[in-house]
């Protein structure tokens, strides 16, 4: 498992960074990450933005599929992502949980979904990640 400073660089000067999310555990198959609803998360409602939940049901399983596919050489990119929002949240924080569905060669599958503190289902997602040749060094 990565430690918790390899996480923190991992979202450093990205979207993440700017929404506030965490990255709380990061295991082969599942990860897990919170993301504060305030006003960098809310839409004009004073509502979570259904975006920012995106951004954190992507983040989580692209993460996943990061830690699986780097030590083989490869980069992981979302490919598709849909979500479905259940209910509306004004505050507090959101947990996401991503659970790989299916880990293939060329692609993973990842079902995320998402919290209030209470426990209550606000989004629930499905991210397909492609994986692609990683990044090589310049001569």
Known sequence: ??????????GSNTISDSLGLELISVEHGTVVGKMPVDSRTHQPYGLL??????????????????????????AAVGIEVN???LRGVKSGWVTGTARLHHEG????????????DAGSAICTSRLTVMLIPGPTSAS
């Open 1 to 10: 498992m990565p430690s918790a400073e390899q996480l923190k660089a991992l």
């Open 49 to 74: 933005h259904g975006g920012a939940s995106v951004v954190l049901a992507e983040t989580l399983g692209s993460v996943g599929s990061h830690f699986i596919a780097a030590p083989k050489g490869k």
């Open 83 to 85: 979500a479905n929002h």
């Open 105 to 116: 060669g060329k692609l993973h599958v990842w079902h995320i979904e998402i919290v209030d």
